[in-house]
């Protein structure tokens, strides 16, 4: 069954940087576009970032523009968020996505992983 | 930006009682036959949850008593039959052009 696995989140500073990272598995990583969704503590969700298949092609939400760095490794089926110059607004649970059946899709197992930026 | 606006944004409802949420989008979701609209529901405690994808088709394991409709700007996720384990918020999402947009969640509750 596909699962995606969110890890590296934690406390940073203002300013500060962190990586995300997102383990796929049960697909092929490949042949997908994969991105990043985030939620604030008790708000809504926002998309974050997408990224295509060979990592040629790249969108981001004008909040993170010039600050976070979609990525992916096809070999290790992972996909990171670098995230610098953090913010307090940053602060949220952040998932992993991919297309499924032409439509975007939350892996309904997954916990996320929280970036809170705090000083 | 595609704006998404739902509502309402609270709803009560009563067990075995239908429900309805409605979702409209600033510009036209449909795009080579398709019509980009999705829904998802996420339960206190969990991650969200895709239940319809392209306005209306159901995602594996999603009960049949959950619907999806709608053309254009104005779509609508219907049950049938409301359920103690659908207590959550719903979205729907529009992910037809780029940036990707949420509505801002409708709380069902029983």
């Known amino acids: 069954e596909v699962q995606l696995v969110e890890s590296g989140g934690g406390l940073v500073q203002p300013g500060g940087s962190l990586r995300l990272s997102c383990a796929a598995s049960e697909f092929t990583f490949s042949d997908y576009w994969m991105g990043w969704v985030r939620q604030a503590p008790g708000k809504g969700l926002e998309w974050v970032a997408n990224i295509k298949q060979d990592g040629s092609e790249k969108q981001y939400v004008d909040s993170v523009k010039g600050r976070f760095t979609i990525s992916r490794d096809n070999a290790k089926k992972s996909l990171y968020l670098q995230m610098n110059s953090l913010r307090a607004e940053d602060t949220a649970v952040y998932y992993c996505?991919?297309?499924?059946?032409?439509?975007?899709?939350?892996?309904?197992r997954g916990q996320g992983t929280l970036v809170t930026v705090s000083s | 930006d595609v704006v998404m606006t739902q509502s309402p944004l609270s709803l009560p409802v009563t067990l075995g009682q239908p429900a309805s949420i409605s979702c409209t989008s600033s510009q036209s979701l449909v795009y080579s036959g398709n019509t980009y609209l999705n829904w998802f529901q996420q339960r206190p405690g969990q991650s969200p949850r895709r239940l319809i994808y392209?306005?209306?088709n159901r995602d594996s394991g999603v009960p049949d008593r959950f619907s999806g409709s709608g053309s254009g700007t104005d779509f609508t996720l219907k049950i049938s039959r409301v359920e103690a384990e659908d207590v959550g918020v719903y979205y729907c999402?529009?992910?037809?052009?780029?940036?990707?947009?949420f509505g801002q969640g409708t709380k069902l509750e029983i």
């Open positions: 996505v991919r297309p499924n059946f032409g439509s975007w899709w939350f892996d309904p």
């Open positions: 999402m529009q992910d037809k052009d780029w940036p990707h947009t």
């Open positions: 392209k306005l209306s």
